[in-house]
């Protein structure tokens, strides 16, 4: 049941989806692996949601050259609190009323199915496909949705992995190069591909709207281009 200040809080989004929504978005469970220049505003927003429970997933602390996109990051925190104990300090703050795990740490065959057990959509905010694999096979195991995003420079792209129902991030994507040691991007492009992210969490878990399903968004903002590519 939700709180009448949560009823208060969640005003404008329970015009959308309703009371029944809004409860739906609490009870959920939500991994957001990588909380850097995606993770930060997937989190955020997921947290202004009232997602009841995010866990936030990184093995990295802060770096200077981070500040420019990773928002939930700051001066502070450069060189001493890894990014999923930077990020839970203000996101708790920021709403006091949902619950925050964090896990320090790489994800692995071995730790996987205990960091991830029991989440009902997994968010991959990382920058290599290695992990992002890794996500897959986990999520088509256990037919737990998966929300890809990557950023490079200006451009994005973000597709929603359903498993039985779309293709894998192995099919969509069955050719990748190793990942670059440093590539150029601007804050405003994650923070454009990372809020979309968290909306496609939101409609998987209300059932508003038409997730990106065999779908591909590509965008440029250089040029505000939107294409979006069938993959059946």
Same mark, same amino acid.
């Given at each position: ?64 050259? !981070?500040? !420019? ?72 195991? !256990? ?80 040029? !505000? ?8």
């Amino acid at each position: 049941m939700l709180s009448e200040k949560e009823i208060e809080r969640y005003d404008r989004q329970i015009m959308i989806f309703g009371k029944e929504g809004q409860e739906k978005l609490k009870s959920s469970k939500v991994a957001i692996v990588g909380v850097g220049g995606l993770g930060s505003p997937v989190a955020y927003y997921l947290a202004a949601a009232g997602i009841g429970m995010l866990i936030l997933i990184d093995e990295q602390e802060p770096e200077l050259s !981070n500040l !420019n996109r990773q928002i939930l990051h700051w001066d502070e925190d450069i060189g001493k609190n890894p990014k999923p104990i930077s990020a839970k300090w203000k996101l708790e703050r920021f709403n006091p009323d949902i619950e925050i795990e964090t896990f320090v740490g790489r994800l692995s065959e071995e730790n996987i199915d205990r960091v991830l057990e029991g989440v009902d959509v997994i968010v991959d905010c990382l920058d290599n496909f290695e992990t992002r694999f890794l996500l897959d096979d986990y999520a088509q195991r !256990n037919r737990v949705p998966l929300v890809h995003g990557a950023v490079e420079g200006t451009f994005g792209q973000v597709t929603t992995v359903v498993p039985g129902v779309t293709k894998s991030l192995h099919e969509i994507f069955p050719r990748v190069g190793k990942k670059k040691e440093k590539f150029p991007i601007l804050g405003a492009t994650a923070g454009v591909v990372g809020s979309i992210q968290a909306m496609e969490v939101m409609k998987l878990l209300t059932g508003i709207g038409e997730p990106l399903l065999n779908k591909l968004l590509i965008i440029d903002l250089a040029f !505000n281009t939107f294409d979006v590519v069938e993959l059946r």
